[in-house]
């Protein structure tokens, strides 16, 4: 488990966060730079819809499956052997992903990517936190947060740029030099953590949670393409979901050594920024999801420009994790988070006022208001919920931080998707009703000719003017529930409590 403040350096220590941060950012990297390249991967394969989706779906079901061992592993091994071997097998699979010559081989290695992967990011924290002293931990969030929250922006522009300029396989070779990199800095400043030979492993615990993660994350991946309770198979993952999930809860408590330990849940720091994390993991990556399709379907824009609107927001977002981390320790930190969450909701506010005339400055605009509330959300958040836990249970706690991130993340993505869908039917068939011959605006001498009902192409043409109008307004609408959704928290800021004063130091 994790240690006390370690004493390095200033060189050391800069040179442990130049390692951490390249190891944090090609795990997050990896979350979103093959989505862009999936219409390609599908083309090479000769694959399906259904079959190239695995291509994300193993990653992020393996990633969620490892996440919570994470503790373990870092205590019955060391933190140093864990994050060496977490870097050096996620930087060898890359490569292996990219030589794939099927998509069954591309679905394994992914696998094996998620899995190795799932540490590096509850590793990451864990160490900067250990690295840096209690009154400096909120420059070591920002930091950290730049990897972690910076990866999945970016990822989508570098995506397309070298699916566009080489081919598909570049996204996962990519990894290789940031992975190399990685694991010479931290094979060479990471010092080691004891080791804890006689640490007993909750081999039942875990099994029940891996099945629960595992089947949540299928059905919410597979939910809505099978359109939810209506499929057999989405009713079964849900029941073996909740079945095993209320299982490993009774397990926990009442097990005497369980998976994860109960005192850990007793730090009510911990306990709210779970739940804030939660609901951040929902806007961070549900906005990215939501966003691309709206600037490519609905307003014709090509891939490359797509990335490189969606980029800003993440210069957004840096700027303020490196005010902010000079901030926290200046003021209040629940009310930075306050700060934070207003501009957040503001710019979904400005989101779903989008039009299909909005021009590109206003996209630009409210992508880097975006990034730049979240960063004054996520660097606070982390310094507040880790700020009153013990040394021995930050590598345990990371990890289900992390972990409930990403479950927020695939929650919040499937929630928003499945509205959307159903939002546009339901708009769709309220504008339909309103189309009939009897109209005098549709005989208007002004309308265009191709939307002439009285021909079969008129008909066509105007029908999908309305699916894309009915599209725009499904979109306005889902972001108005994420605005509604950043600002549910705000009455927890109340629960947490200020970090503990420092220590004073002994002339």
């Excluded at 969606?310 to 320790?329: D, E, F, Y």
Aim: glycine share 8%; hydrophobic share 50%.
């Amino acid at each position: 488990m994790s240690e006390a403040t370690i004493s390095v350096t200033p060189l050391r220590r800069a040179l442990i966060t130049g390692s951490v941060m390249l190891a944090t950012i090609i795990q997050t990297l990896d979350q979103t730079i093959a989505n862009v390249a999936l219409p390609n991967i599908q083309g090479s394969m000769s694959a399906t819809q259904d079959q190239v989706s695995w291509v994300l779906t193993s990653y992020i079901i393996a990633s969620a499956v490892a996440t919570p061992v994470t503790g373990f592993l870092a205590g019955r091994f060391g933190r140093k052997t864990l994050f060496l071997l977490s870097v050096g097998g996620f930087t060898v699979v890359s490569i292996l992903c990219g030589m794939a010559t099927n998509l069954t081989e591309l679905v394994i290695f992914r696998l094996l990517q998620g899995a190795f992967g799932a540490s590096l990011v509850p590793l990451s924290q864990s160490l900067l936190l250990d690295t840096y002293p209690p009154e400096k931990h909120g420059s070591a969030m920002a930091l950290w947060g730049m990897g972690v929250m910076v990866g999945p922006i970016l990822g989508p522009t570098l995506g397309g740029y070298l699916t566009e300029m080489y081919n598909w396989r570049w996204v996962f070779y990519i990894n290789l030099p940031i992975g190399a990199l990685a694991f010479l800095g931290i094979m060479a400043t990471v010092p080691e953590t004891r080791k804890q030979a006689d640490l007993r492993f909750d081999m039942f615990g875990f099994a029940l949670l891996s099945i629960g993660i595992g089947a949540l994350q299928l059905m919410l991946d597979r939910g809505n393409s099978e359109d939810w309770l209506s499929s057999t198979e989405i009713m079964i993952e849900g029941m073996i979901a909740g079945l095993a999930l209320y299982m490993f809860l009774v397990h926990m408590f009442t097990a005497t050594n369980p998976f994860l330990r109960p005192a850990l849940f007793r730090n009510s720091n911990l306990v709210i920024g779970l739940i804030f994390t939660f609901v951040m993991g929902i806007i961070q990556l549900a906005a990215m999801v939501l966003l691309p399709p709206f600037l490519q379907h609905l307003m014709g824009y090509p891939v490359l420009t797509v990335g490189y609107v969606i980029a800003p927001r993440g210069i957004g977002m840096m700027v303020s994790m490196m005010l902010v981390g000079r901030l926290v320790g200046k003021f209040d930190a629940r009310l930075l988070i306050l700060f934070g969450l207003g501009i957040t909701a503001f710019s979904m506010w400005q989101l779903s006022q989008f039009t299909l005339q909005v021009d590109m400055y206003t996209i630009l605009q409210t992508g880097v208001l975006q990034g730049f509330g979240l960063g004054f959300v996520f660097v606070p958040l982390n310094t507040l919920t880790f700020s009153r836990i013990l040394p021995e249970h930050r590598t345990e706690g990371t990890a289900i931080f992390s972990l409930i991130r990403n479950l927020g993340s695939s929650i919040g993505i499937s929630i928003m998707m499945t509205l959307l869908a159903r939002y546009t039917q339901a708009n769709h068939a309220i504008l339909a009703a309103t189309v009939t011959p009897f109209r005098t605006v549709l005989q208007s001498p002004w309308l265009p000719d191709a939307w002439n009902i009285g021909t079969v192409s008129g008909v066509t043409a105007l029908d999908a003017e309305l699916t894309r109008q009915a599209a725009a307004m499904a979109y306005s609408t889902d972001f108005m529930i994420m605005m509604v959704v950043c600002l549910a928290p705000i009455p927890f800021l109340a629960l947490l409590r200020p970090p503990p004063p420092a220590p004073a130091k002994s002339t």
